[in-house]
């Protein structure tokens, strides 16, 4: 959502101060508005009462996810969620086996790594992250997610209320 605030604003035709890092996808000068050929950069380390740490980066061909706590499942238990019917329903179809193989597959380990051939594989289906085929991309994408989080001072890999947290953000 980092270009969320920016994309409003610019809707809204008021200036963005220059402390808002996100840029306009819509609306607002055209040269204010972010490149559609750049990487889109995604993070998520919280899911109500869950603590995740998930960060990727998306472009016009692939999608690049890297899981830094591959300890936890794909689908966490989230208590808000998982009291609705459709969460309900598709446990017990999941515990009773009888998923389609892709939704069956959320209940699976989570990988280190995901890659995703968004052309041939717009679902994202099918992960890459361990065909040789597609090493120079994947190690390509690594290394710009990986720039990207030192250029932020991300700590999503600090426990969340420490004060090196602070510090680093």
């Given at each position: 959502f980092?270009?969320f605030?920016?994309?409003?604003?610019?809707?809204?035709g008021?200036p963005?101060p220059?402390?808002?890092?996100?840029?306009?996808?819509a609306?607002?000068d055209p040269?204010?508005?972010?490149?559609?050929?750049?990487p889109?950069?995604?993070?998520?380390?919280?899911?109500?009462?869950r603590?995740?740490t998930?960060?990727?980066?998306a472009?016009?061909?692939w999608l690049?996810?890297?899981n830094?706590?591959?300890?936890?499942?794909?689908?966490?238990?989230?208590?808000?969620?998982?009291?609705?019917?459709?969460?309900?329903?598709?446990?017990?179809?999941?515990?009773?086996?009888?998923l389609?193989p892709?939704?069956?597959a959320?209940?699976?380990?989570?990988p280190?790594?995901?890659?995703?051939?968004?052309?041939g594989?717009?679902d994202n289906?099918?992960?890459?992250?361990?065909d040789?085929a597609?090493?120079d991309?994947?190690?390509?994408?690594?290394?710009?997610?990986?720039?990207?989080a030192v250029?932020?001072?991300?700590g999503?890999l600090?426990p969340e209320?420490?004060?090196?947290?602070?510090?680093?953000?």
């Amino acid at each position: 959502f980092v270009d969320f605030p920016a994309t409003v604003l610019a809707l809204a035709g008021v200036p963005r101060p220059v402390w808002i890092e996100g840029r306009a996808a819509a609306a607002g000068d055209p040269g204010e508005r972010r490149d559609p050929d750049e990487p889109v950069y995604v993070s998520r380390d919280r899911m109500d009462e869950r603590i995740d740490t998930v960060r990727a980066l998306a472009d016009r061909r692939w999608l690049y996810v890297r899981n830094l706590r591959p300890d936890v499942p794909l689908v966490q238990h989230v208590n808000y969620m998982f009291r609705a019917r459709g969460y309900e329903s598709w446990v017990r179809e999941a515990r009773a086996g009888r998923l389609p193989p892709a939704s069956a597959a959320c209940f699976g380990e989570r990988p280190p790594e995901e890659l995703y051939d968004l052309d041939g594989d717009p679902d994202n289906v099918r992960n890459l992250a361990t065909d040789p085929a597609h090493r120079d991309t994947l190690e390509a994408l690594r290394t710009k997610l990986r720039d990207r989080a030192v250029a932020l001072g991300d700590g999503g890999l600090l426990p969340e209320g420490s004060p090196l947290e602070v510090a680093v953000g």
